[in-house]
């Protein structure tokens, strides 16, 4: 049985998904955002040791967490919508113990989303095109690659509403006469070999670089968002190179950045040079506490940032 929400969120999904903008019914659109799931469905299909292993770092509550987030959250906090930034599983295909390779998780995260009516957007993230084995003569025995992304991303285009344009997409939403493009970007894949030159990470390949080009400069009005799983490090000559931290750069109408990924809460400044600053916000892997979560409100004026697990503000950023 779905879990029940109000008519409002339920109306909100319904415009995001048949022409990607809804108008808020008030003047505070409000975004819960998590990161960092690592579900894995049906555990005793695979390797047991492999599955040992992940449980040693909690990953087999990971739909429980999930779970309890969505069940209790949004109601308590009248959330409009929930945001996930990627590490939706904690491997889309994965060995099993009969040494077969199967690809269930993209699907069963797909039946999981249909017990709940709350609007939910996601971003994929380095786990959801992963490939995983399991070796006990190496001394790192789990085995990972992303050498089947391509697959993956198909299989999550083919189950997951959100996806059905690509992994990458924007919704406009308004709050009072401002109006905001939420833009979910796909930087899941980093495995690049040591040789690589071009390597750079955050990653997006040359088409999703364009498309964003577009999406930043498609309205003069909007204020823009950019959810996306991989963030900006910590040390500013790794990323001044980067293209895609040269495109937001140059575009002073995107206010902010939401990721995940490290399992840290942070709040980061980072140069830019036409708006001094991009704010950049992670939230703790909801796979740890299912309170890991803050609640992003969005303004007329401001862009309003929660501390993790609580309503009170951690950070303002005016918008005009």
């Keep these: 049985m779905k879990t029940p929400f109000t008519l409002r969120p339920i109306l909100m999904l319904f415009l995001l998904c048949m022409n990607g903008s809804v108008t808020a019914q008030k003047d505070?659109?409000?975004?819960?955002?998590?990161?960092?799931?690592?579900v894995i469905f049906n555990p005793y299909a695979y390797i047991p040791e492999m599955m040992d292993y992940r449980a040693k770092k909690q990953y087999?509550?990971?739909?429980?967490h999930l779970r309890s987030f969505l069940e209790t959250v949004p109601a308590r906090t009248s959330g409009d919508m929930v945001v996930?930034?990627?590490d939706l599983v904690d491997f889309f295909e994965s060995k099993t113990v009969d040494r077969t390779t199967i690809d269930i998780q993209p699907a069963a995260f797909s039946r999981l989303l249909e017990d709940y009516e709350m609007p939910i957007l996601l971003t994929l993230g380095n786990h959801d095109i992963f490939t995983f084995d399991w070796d006990d003569k190496l001394d790192y025995k789990l085995l990972h690659?992303?050498?089947?992304?391509?697959?993956?991303?198909?299989?999550?285009?083919?189950n997951v509403s959100c996806f059905n344009n690509g992994t990458y997409y924007s919704k406009t939403v308004r709050a009072g006469q401002t109006r905001y493009r939420l833009i979910f970007l796909d930087d899941s894949f980093y495995q690049f070999s040591k040789e690589d030159r071009t390597r750079a990470i955050p990653y997006?390949?040359?088409?999703?670089?364009?498309?964003l080009k577009d999406q930043l400069n498609a309205s003069e009005n909007?204020?823009?968002?950019?959810?996306m799983h991989i963030p900006f490090g910590t040390k500013n000559e790794k990323y001044k190179n980067n293209e895609l931290y040269t495109l937001i750069a140059q575009?002073?109408?995107?206010?902010?950045?939401?990721g995940g990924h490290h399992h840290k809460n942070i709040i980061k400044k980072i140069p830019a040079g036409t708006h001094d600053q991009i704010i950049q916000v992670q939230t703790d892997a909801l796979v740890k506490n299912p309170e890991n979560w803050r609640l992003i409100r969005l303004t007329e004026n401001n862009i309003l940032v929660s501390e993790t697990?609580?309503?009170?503000n951690e950070l303002i950023i005016d918008i005009k």
């Design 145 to 158: 690659n992303q050498n089947h992304a391509g697959r993956a991303r198909s299989l999550w285009i083919k």
């Design 309 to 312: 697990g609580k309503t009170e």
């Design 60 to 64: 087999h509550l990971g739909e429980i």
């Design 251 to 258: 575009n002073p109408s995107c206010k902010l950045i939401v």
């Design 84 to 86: 996930a930034t990627g």
């Design 28 to 38: 505070t659109l409000s975004i819960l955002h998590i990161s960092d799931l690592h």
């Design 204 to 211: 997006i390949d040359k088409p999703q670089l364009y498309w």
């Design 222 to 227: 909007d204020i823009e968002i950019i959810f």
